[in-house]
């Protein structure tokens, strides 16, 4: 049986949960594609570093990172090689790129999809970052090679959103896009107006996994901007980049505002908009009132919403319900399904 070879770049929880859910799903790729997977290659900075051309044992590399935070010593393949050498050297077929996010530059992630489509190779990235500073770029570079390039988890993680408007919205021309897609900012927003204390707001989420140690990325908008920027970038052409996003994040925001609009039947929630103005793309993302009796404003917690408008089918919403990690890696997974798929043919 034929194994389509997998290369990872990072190992984080999102990755670790894909790891598992190949492990899980073995069985079931073989028998639906005629096919298996095996990864040849794991890149981290802090855990080590695995190449092994006849498949890593996943299982035990996630009970290692899980128990002692790295790769164990003995780990058949265990090296010291960098992101750029595992691509460049290591057996593959796609690599999926899961490194952390750079918000300011989405490098060196960038770079990362660049060498490996040169190498000859698939990519599927979980990283915001190239999409939403180099998506063009990118997607000409895939093209011009015949290679394939999947990035479902960048937005609202395993929820198909660019998966929708590629197979069922076939010829429609998106004219607007926006929602809540930053659902730290969400759960801040809607803890506040229940009466919570800041500071144990962001403890508890950080205890939860959700609020990063450094917050101010959500807050004030860096995390929304990039997330509609790579939106429009692929929905609907946009060529921008996050630094050219209207953003507002709602580190101003007092619980006087939550109380007044409270007062008036409304809530406060961060939204993200992206439509056409004077034949050009235009994006912001900012707090906003919303009427209580409106769709938006029962988006709670950590649940994200995204509308997509075009001019064949109108509105089209997706709503993704409080995700956790296994959400995220099943992002990866499909887009993995869909290289699979598409090497089958």
């Known amino acids: 049986m034929r194994n ?27 028998k639906k594609y005629g096919c298996g997977v095996i990864v040849t290659a794991i890149a981290t900075r802090t ?14 590399a996630c009970r290692d990172v899980e128990t002692c935070g790295h790769f164990a010593e003995d780990t058949t393949g265990l090296c010291t090689a960098s992101d750029f050498e595992v691509i460049r050297s290591a057996d593959y077929d796609v690599i999926c790129e899961l490194t952390p996010l750079e918000i300011k530059t989405g490098q060196p992630a960038i770079d ?10 698939h990519v599927i990235t979980a990283n915001k970052g190239p999409i939403a500073w180099a998506y063009r770029e990118l997607a000409d570079m895939a093209k011009a090679r015949g290679l394939m390039f999947f990035y479902e988890t960048t937005v609202m993680d395993g929820t198909p959103v660019f998966n929708l408007v590629d197979h069922d919205l076939k010829l429609c021309r998106v004219t607007e896009v926006s929602g809540i897609l930053n659902s730290t900012t969400n759960y801040i927003l809607e803890e506040l107006a229940a009466g919570g204390d800041y500071d144990e707001i962001i403890a508890e989420g950080k205890r939860r996994g959700f609020i990063e140690e450094d917050p101010a990325m959500d807050i004030e908008g860096f995390d929304a901007a990039a997330k509609i920027t790579a939106l429009l970038n692929v929905l609907m052409d946009a060529g921008i980049t996050p630094d050219q996003v209207d953003r507002k994040g709602i580190e101003d925001i007092t619980m006087e505002d939550i109380k007044a609009a409270e007062a008036d039947g409304k809530v406060i929630k961060l939204l993200c908009r992206g439509t ?12 906003q009132l919303v009427d209580k009796g409106q769709m938006l404003a029962t988006i709670d917690s950590t649940t994200s919403i995204v509308s997509i408008t075009t001019d064949l089918m109108g509105k089209v919403s997706v709503v993704e319900h409080a995700p956790e990690i296994e959400q995220t890696a099943y992002g990866i997974f499909g887009d993995l399904l869909r290289v699979m798929e598409g090497l089958v043919r």
């Open 276 to 287: 056409i103005e004077d034949g050009k793309v235009r994006a912001s993302v900012g707090p």
């Open 47 to 60: 855990k080590g570093t695995i190449i092994n051309d006849e498949g890593i044992d996943l299982a035990r």
């Open 112 to 121: 990362h999809i660049k060498e490996a489509f040169v190498h000859g190779s």
């Open 4 to 30: 389509v070879k997998v290369a990872m770049l990072g190992f984080g929880n999102a990755g670790q949960a894909f790891a598992k859910m190949l492990c899980d799903k073995r069985t079931d790729i073989e």
